[in-house]
């Protein structure tokens, strides 16, 4: 039996379910105060590092966008010693040079989710965490070093991502408005996902896959499951190339970094810790146990 441990995470978007080239896998069923999972998390080794792998939408795709459970499967991540955490998203471009299996590592984000919870803290616990910068800049940087050596595949660093409820995709008008608010991409699940590993003090990047032009495009055709599903296939390939190759670059524990993401919380909790209850302190402990020690 592997040691249930490990200090990467990977979470596979729409088409990603499975994790290549993952050796020595263990599933792991966890529950967590905020629930279950996607699915099982598969433990294993990629490149020779242990890796954790959670499927965003469960195997089989059983999961919208809206009822994905982000906050059990950060808890959950961080619960087997995750650190670093590399999403893989399937997005629509809003601009013409980020064109269809173009991969990007977005460095922004703009909310336009309604129905999901966005925070870990509730209850009787209030924490503001800094989120100027929601993808971590250090991991950001180094997929970008790994994915600008592909040498076949069209690369692009930065941009924006605009992250809509769904599961229908946008109106035209909307995409059109989009565009005019200067949105680079668009998708559905990189929030709160990248608001809750922020919360978890996680370093968290993105590697987004472009599948489409969304609808804005009069001279492309709309966006459909089945473009999505075939454009993806291609991306999928190339996004499992930069795993492989970035895992191996991820700093050993103990590296100082200026990120601040490991102590994100040092500063946002706004409670009285003396108003902390005790099964709240429980609760909280895997997030909140060094800042309620004293």
């Known amino acids: 039996m592997m040691e249930r441990h490990a200090r990467i995470g990977v979470i596979g978007g729409s088409g990603l379910y499975a994790m290549e080239g993952l050796r020595a896998i263990e599933e792991v069923r966890m529950r967590t105060p905020f629930g279950d999972p996607s699915d099982a998390i598969m433990l294993g080794e990629l490149s020779g590092v242990p890796v954790a792998f959670l499927p965003r939408h469960g195997r089989g795709h059983r999961l919208t966008p809206t009822e994905v459970p982000s906050r059990a499967n950060m808890y959950a991540l961080k619960t087997l010693g995750v650190e670093w955490v590399i999403s893989v998203s399937a997005v629509g471009s809003l601009r013409e040079d980020y064109a269809p299996l173009d991969l990007v590592v977005p460095d922004q984000l703009f ?16 924490a503001h965490v800094g989120f100027a910068e929601p993808f971590c800049p250090h991991l950001s940087g180094l997929l970008w070093e790994t994915m600008r050596g592909l040498g076949d595949v069209r690369v692009h660093n930065g941009g924006t991502l605009l992250v809509i409820e769904g599961p229908l995709f946008s109106t ?12 680079d991409l668009i998708g559905m699940t990189a929030l709160p996902e990248a608001k ?4 978890a003090e996680l370093h968290y990047a993105t590697i987004a896959c472009v599948t489409d032009y969304d609808v804005w495009h009069e001279s492309a055709e709309h966006v459909t499951v089945e473009m999505v599903v075939a454009n993806l296939t291609r991306n999928v390939a190339n996004a499992q190339r930069i795993l492989r190759e970035v895992v191996a670059r991820i700093p050993e524990a103990g590296t ?6 490991g102590s994100a919380l040092a500063n946002a909790l706004m409670t009285d810790r003396a108003l902390i209850s005790m099964p709240l302190r429980e609760k909280y402990g895997l997030l909140l146990g060094k800042y309620l020690a004293e």
Request: aromatic share 10%; proline share 3%.
């Open 196 to 199: 809750l590993a922020r919360e």
């Open 172 to 183: 035209k008008a909307e995409s059109r408005i989009y565009r005019q608010w200067g949105c």
């Open 256 to 261: 100082t970094l200026t990120c601040g993401c």
């Open 111 to 126: 909310d336009r989710t309604k129905s999901r919870p966005n925070s870990f803290f509730e209850g009787g616990v209030v």
